[in-house]
């Protein structure tokens, strides 16, 4: 099993950035990538970005890459969404996930393991 934990989140202003971390535990040496989604009020949880855990190929949400970037540091077990120009739309939970899996990795079900989330609230 693979425990995760993220941190960062808050409340900021429009145009403002943030740096969100999520640190894993357990079984690392079984994970393939470690993704971000988030789930705004009312809507569905969308996929934001994700990042290879050995080599670093990074995947993004189209309407989000120019804005967000993923990274991670295999030696601290963490992965990081750094978050740029943020917009009020962008108000969400964000959640840090691990897949086991090369594949789909856009998918949610693809993920096997959840971070608990951290809240991000852009104000207007």
């Known amino acids: 099993q693979v425990q995760l934990v993220e941190s960062g989140g808050g409340l900021v202003q429009t145009g403002g950035s943030l740096r969100l971390s999520c640190v894993a535990s357990?079984?690392?040496?079984?994970?393939?990538?470690m993704g971000w989604f988030r789930q705004g009020p009312g809507k569905e949880r969308e996929f934001v970005g994700t990042?290879?855990?050995?080599?670093?190929?990074?995947q993004y949400n189209d309407l989000l890459k120019d804005r967000f970037v993923v990274s991670r540091d295999i030696g601290e077990n963490t992965a990081y969404l750094q978050m740029n120009n943020l917009k009020p739309e962008d108000t969400a939970t964000y959640y840090c996930?691990?897949?086991?899996?090369?594949?789909?990795?856009?998918?949610?079900?693809?993920?096997?393991?959840w971070g608990q989330g951290t809240q991000v609230t852009v104000s207007s």
């Open positions: 990042i290879a855990w050995r080599g670093a190929r990074t």
């Open positions: 357990g079984r690392t040496d079984s994970i393939y990538f």
């Open positions: 996930a691990v897949s086991l899996s090369r594949l789909q990795v856009e998918s949610q079900t693809t993920y096997r393991y």
